[in-house]
């Protein structure tokens, strides 16, 4: 715990702990990760709304989810409401079949939803593709905006806003696709990659061949990004060799074989998952399993590391991205993208951030201020629970007071493997595919102060009520398809920071004076890192600079904080971001439904109304908030 000499407010220093998004560089969409050891369940025993959905081959539109306006529609109107469905159909069609390991990890059944073998692996990088991808999401906008909303059901026109505002911010990115960086240190693809093969669920033996494929495909697929990489450079726009170095060095866990090889442990455990085998068979597999670890998976991390050697000296930019000849625009771009901010400017957001934080400091000194035995008491504050089963079996039970109570309460527990601790992050959980919900991986990194003195926080943020209690509860509401492909990243890292802090209330032997001091040093420390995200991709900051900005909160002599703040927001522009956003947006609108609704305010209606609505733009969402509102008055 650092304490700031200055002004005597207990700030610490940590990355929140991060929700594990897989990094897979597809036509432009950013898929979610999936669980592993599957639930071998026959379809028919799924739950009743995700089997309708398989049934009904995605017709979104049944006798039983569409409204009773559909009787006396009109033909033209139900005309509109079949050409949408085309629409989002095409878009989940076109977006899980980009590649196998797509399709893999957002379906377990593609034969009942009639969708296409995929013809790529891992997806097709190149400039060219990513800018066919920004012309085919404008044509989709196009489609999109020459139907009637009005004319579509209040189901569809839910989904009509929510796809119009990801289309529109999609199509920022036209003549920007060339600064797309799918290699960085703790999120890029070299780093979350072999989580996501690691995780790759066997639910019959041609999914272990699939897999195998994917091995032996690796190193194909690295060759793309660095042809991509080398595009960028050859237009001045390649990376520093700084920031190439520490790209590097969170490759070097992923040359470890035997026990100490990521993929090794979890390999027997998911053949031991599929009943249907022999032991004369695992044990081929396993065979051919560390054969493969040996020569694809090690060697493509091996060309990997040469490739990007030898990219070194092209990048002759130093600093944020603002210092590129489009970079503030393509910044704007991951900004809209990354969080879905209502702000209407990036000068908005920056402003409502600093007073945020500054409203955080004034709330620890008034807490000071009201109980002077608090400052003394911090360095002594710890939560009762430590044991992470006990911890999730408490928080499952005791968050129904003030949220819906938990649908699923099936998970699985994992911990980082140690050659990988320094390189991943504290916590991360991996969301199931669509139609089979099955158990939840969540992972601890035992190796990370955040993921073991904080323990009891990280598992709210990636547990109850978390990214597995959020991601349950959406899929239960049957939503289209076209939905779980869609990514709000702001929305779902947002819930889960919100709900994070709320947590430290939550603890049974905390008191409620520590508990709001702790959510607000929390809320500090992570707003103080995305105020310098702006700051250094959109302002230009550097050192120095950031140097003087943190003084005000840390004691930082020899600029080693400074330092560290630099790299992470040059290397992960928005990363912080998208986290700190999300959980600005969800507190301004509780405080603005207190403060409409005041006495009839419901904290557990209002947490309902947003999980209810699921991922989506805040501007979306704040417009449905007005009208529940008023529900609730009346």
Known sequence: MKHDNKNHLPLTFRKSAAYLFAAVLTAGFLLTGCGSHPNMEDIANLPQSVSRQIQENLAFLSAEKDDKSTSYQTEEALAYEKQFDELTDQIFRETVTNSLLDLHYTVTNPEKLNLEPPESLYGIVSLAALQEKTASVKEMLNTLQSIPKNSLSQDRQLNYDILQSYLETECMAEGLEQYVRPFAPTIGIQAQLPVLLAEYAFYTPQDIEDYFSLLSGLDSYFGQLLAFQQEQADLGLAASDDAIDRILESCSPYLETGENCILASTFSEKLDGLDSLSEEKKASYISRHNQLVSEAFVPAYENLIKGLEQLKGTGK????????????????????????????????????????????????????????????????ASFALTDPIEILSYLQEAICKEYPEPICKDYSLHYVPKALEPVLSPAFYLTPPMDRPGINPIYINQGSTAGTEQLFSTLAHEGYPGHLYQSAYFVEQNPAPFRHVLSFSSYTEGWATYVEHESYHMDPNMSSSMAELLAADSSINLGIHAYIDIMVNYEGWKIPEISRYVDQYYDDPNQQLATALYQAMVDNPTNYLEYYVGYLEFSDMRKKAEQALKKDFQIKDFHQFLLDIGPAPFPVIRKRLEGWIQEQKQ
């Not at 000068?347 to 934080?357: A, G, P, R, S």
């Not at 004034?362 to 009201?370: G, M, P, R």
């Open 317 to 380: 930019i130093e600093g944020g991205l603002c210092y590129y000849p489009k970079g503030k625009d393509y910044y704007r771009y991951l900004v809209y993208s990354s969080t879905s901010t209502s702000c209407s400017s990036i000068d908005t957001l920056e402003k409502t951030i600093e007073k945020q934080i500054k409203d955080d400091v004034t709330a620890i000194a008034k807490l000071f201020q009201s109980d002077p035995n608090l400052f003394d008491q911090l360095d002594q």
